[in-house]
């Protein structure tokens, strides 16, 4: 009776996080996980619950990675090395967007990726590069 009530409460603070646009770290997914395994080996279900720690310890060794936070591939290293393809890609704008339609994406791309928002600091640096060079090439419409 206890586990589907720790589902249903942890399903409604997942809910409750969504909605105010924050997220679980991908570490207490696997501690949740671990803990649930546990309490259902404890309680004679071994199997499932073996099978859960098992799957709770590969999200803990390997949760960032399937999320894509280990590492960026299609970005380059250096925010600074951005083509003016990249650049426009990486906003989502058209490469001759004008400069409101750059600021917007900005804005948007920014509210959510911003460091002090629960975003990436490089990230955030690309996303100012991009910006930046696309406001100062001289094919930008005015």
Do not use: Q
Not at 116 to 138: F, H, Q, T
């Amino acid at each position: 009776m206890i586990l589907p009530l720790a589902a249903l409460a942890a399903f409604g603070f997942w809910w409750w996080l969504r909605k105010r646009r924050r997220t679980i770290p991908a570490a207490w997914l696997g501690v949740g996980g671990t803990l649930i395994g546990t309490v259902l080996a404890a309680r004679g279900l071994p199997l499932i619950g073996a099978l859960i720690v098992a799957g709770s310890g590969l999200w803990l060794r390997y949760g960032a990675s399937l999320l894509g936070k280990a590492g960026k591939a299609a970005l380059p290293a250096d925010p600074h090395r951005l083509n003016r393809a990249e650049a426009a890609d990486l906003l989502g704008v058209p490469p001759d967007a004008d400069e409101a339609t750059i600021h917007a994406a900005w804005r948007r791309l920014m509210a959510r990726n911003h460091p002090d928002a629960g975003g990436s600091a490089g990230l955030a640096a690309r996303i100012n590069a991009a910006r930046d060079l696309l406001l100062k090439s001289p094919d930008t419409r005015s």
